[in-house]
C-alpha cells in the first residue's frame, strides 16, 4: 500500500499499522485531502495480508478537531450550496463502512481534543485507548448541527441513551478519566504512557487470531441489528468458519502441550 500522503503519516510494525492524521496546525482537522487520504489508507489495510491490527491516532496535541470549519465556510457556506452537506457527509460514511467491515481489529488512539467528526470517527473504531489529557467533545450543537459520522448511531450504544443525549445536546467535554468510567473508551493512560500503552494493546491484538477476531467483529457488529434467534444462527456459521482455521487448532494444541499460542491470523 502507498505509504506517502500529505496530511497522512503511515507507519507498519510487526502487524501493526498506525496511521496517524497529520494536520497539527488545525488540530489535524478534516479537509477534502485528509478524508480521502484516510479512505485510501484504511481500504488499502483491509486488504494487506501483513496487516493484523490497525491503529488511528492523530499528530500533535490531539486526535482531531473534526470537520475543517474554514475549508466548509469556503466552500459549502459560501456557494450556497448547504442542501449539499448530505452529500459532502457520504465520504465520511465510506469511512465509518470501511472501518465497520475491515476484517481486523481498529484501535483510535486519542489524546487531546476529538471533537465533532473526529470524535465519531474514533466511536466508530472497534476499541479506544485514551491518554488522561484527552478530550472528547460532541461539538455540532455548539454550531447548531447534528451528530454525524455515525455519532447518532455508535454514541448511545456506547455510553446509553441518556448520556448520549446529554454529550450530544450539551456538547461538553468528556475527559479521558470519564470516558473511561462512562464506558467511551476500553482505557485511559498517563499521557507518559499513552505511547507505549496503545502499542502493547496494538500488539497483542496483532498477535491474535486475526481470522477469528474478523468473525467476532462481524458477530457483534450484526448483533446490535439482530434478535437473539438470528444472532444464535449467525453464531452458528462464524463458528462454523473459526473451528475450520489453523489459528483454532494451534490454540488447542497450545493448550494441551501447555505452552503460549503463536496466531498466525489464519
Ligand atoms: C480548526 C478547527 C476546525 C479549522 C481547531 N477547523 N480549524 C459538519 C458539517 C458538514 C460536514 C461534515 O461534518 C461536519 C462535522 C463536524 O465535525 S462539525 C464540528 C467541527 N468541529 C468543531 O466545531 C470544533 C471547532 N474547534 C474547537 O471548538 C476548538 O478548536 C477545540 C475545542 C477543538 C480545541 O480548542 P483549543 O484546544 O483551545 O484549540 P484552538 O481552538 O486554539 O485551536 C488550535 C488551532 O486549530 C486554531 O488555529 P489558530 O490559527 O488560531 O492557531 C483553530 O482555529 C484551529 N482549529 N479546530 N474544526
Known amino acids: 500500500m502507498r505509504t506517502a500522503f500529505q496530511h497522512l503519516l503511515i507507519a507498519e510494525d510487526d502487524g501493526v499499522l498506525t ?10 482537522a478534516f479537509n477534502e485531502i485528509l478524508l480521502a487520504e484516510l479512505t485510501e489508507a484504511i481500504e ?6 501483513t496487516v493484523r491490527c490497525i491503529v488511528i491516532t492523530g499528530a500533535g496535541r490531539s486526535f ?9 465556510a469556503e ?3 459560501s456557494t450556497g450550496a448547504s442542501g449539499k452537506v448530505s452529500e459532502h457527509l457520504q465520504k465520511y460514511h ?17 489524546q487531546g481534543v476529538a471533537a465533532g467528526i473526529s470524535c465519531n470517527l474514533a466511536l466508530a473504531c472497534d476499541m479506544r485507548i485514551a491518554a488522561d489529557n484527552a478530550r472528547f467533545i460532541e461539538a455540532f450543537a455548539r454550531i ?9 448511531y455508535f454514541l448511545p450504544r456506547l455510553v446509553g441513551f441518556g448520556k448520549a443525549l446529554e454529550m450530544a445536546m450539551l456538547a461538553d467535554e468528556v475527559s479521558g478519566a470519564e470516558a473511561e468510567r462512562i464506558g467511551l473508551v476500553n482505557k485511559c493512560v498517563p499521557l507518559a504512557e499513552f505511547e507505549s500503552a496503545t502499542k502493547a494493546f496494538a500488539k497483542r491484538l496483532a498477535h491474535g487470531p486475526t ?9 457483534m457488529n450484526k448483533s446490535l441489528e439482530s434478535d437473539l434467534e438470528t444472532s444464535l444462527r449467525i453464531e452458528g456459521e462464524m463458528q462454523d468458519i473459526a473451528f475450520e ?3 483454532h487448532r494451534e490454540g488447542v494444541a497450545a493448550f494441551l502441550q501447555k505452552r503460549p499460542a503463536v496466531f498466525t491470523g489464519r
Open 211 to 219: 481470522r477469528t477476531y474478523g468473525l467476532i467483529k462481524e458477530l
Open 75 to 77: 466552500s459549502v457556506h
Open 245 to 247: 482455521t489453523a489459528d
Open 94 to 110: 465510506r469511512v465509518v463502512n470501511a472501518i465497520r467491515i475491515m476484517p481486523k481489529p481498529v484501535i483510535a488512539a486519542v
Open 44 to 49: 488499502a489495510a483491509a486488504l494487506d495480508d
Open 144 to 152: 447548531g448541527l447534528v451528530p454525524d459520522g455515525g455519532g447518532g
Open 19 to 28: 496511521i496517524t492524521m497529520n494536520r497539527p496546525e488545525v488540530l489535524n
Open 64 to 72: 482531531g478537531a473534526g470537520q475543517d470549519l474554514k475549508a466548509l
